[in-house]
């Protein structure tokens, strides 16, 4: 590759990142193409010469994002072997999100952005077929979908700072989900009694 391809390549990587910096810090709305050359520390130029819009600028950042995040949580589930490794996984990539106030911030952003967008939706609708894939190596599709859903709802409780639900909680919750039969009702009224 060319020394120049790869400099393009390099700037392109820091404006993607600055991007999502500054819509961590500032929110989507934020987002100015000042901000984001200031927070790559490149010229403002570099903003239009490398992407169309701010609008391109960020709906790539938010696709990269989701990349990235998408990678932090399949090496967990890839080692999975059982529907145990499964739960615990899970529990994994909902610490790792818990304990990333900047990723958080962004997944947030991610889905309002979805709300407004049929092409940040996709973004969020591929994260989901791609984390419901990776249940599915140990379990039927409907009860991976059953087991993403409670998951997801997991984490962003966790997210939010609410920490009601004990782990062993989670794991039952999670546990129930993976389990072809519905619900117990000890299992819905064991948030009184942990």
Same mark, same amino acid.
């Given at each position: ?11 392109? +990587? %820091? @404006?993607?990142? =600055? ?5 961590? /810090?500032? !929110? ?60 615990? +996984? %899970? @529990?994994?990539? =909902? ?5 990333? /106030?900047? !990723? ?65 909680? =989670? ?5 129930? /989900? ?17």
């Amino acid at each position: 590759m060319a020394r120049s391809a790869k400099r393009s390549e390099g700037t392109r +990587a %820091a @404006l993607l990142e =600055a991007a999502l910096k500054v819509a961590a /810090a500032y !929110g989507v709305k934020g987002v100015t193409h000042r901000r984001i050359a200031a927070a790559a520390g490149i010229s403002l130029g570099s903003t239009s010469y490398h992407f169309a819009s701010l609008d391109d600028l960020l709906l790539e950042a938010f696709r990269y994002f989701a990349e990235r995040e998408t990678a932090k949580y399949n090496r967990l589930f890839d080692a999975a072997q059982d529907l145990e490794d499964l739960i615990e +996984a %899970a @529990l994994a990539v =909902a610490q790792v999100q818990h304990s990333d /106030a900047t !990723g958080a911030t962004l997944l947030y952003e991610l889905y309002a952005q979805g709300m407004r967008d049929p092409r940040y939706r996709s973004i969020i609708q591929q994260w989901s077929r791609t984390a419901t894939a990776r249940v599915e190596k140990l379990c039927p599709h409907e009860v991976a979908v059953r087991f993403e859903v409670i998951w997801e709802g997991l984490t962003y409780q966790r997210l939010l700072g609410d920490s009601s639900l004990s782990d062993r909680q =989670a794991r039952d919750f999670l546990r129930s /989900a993976l389990n072809p039969d519905p619900v117990p009702a000890k299992a819905l009224h064991s948030l009184d009694g942990a």
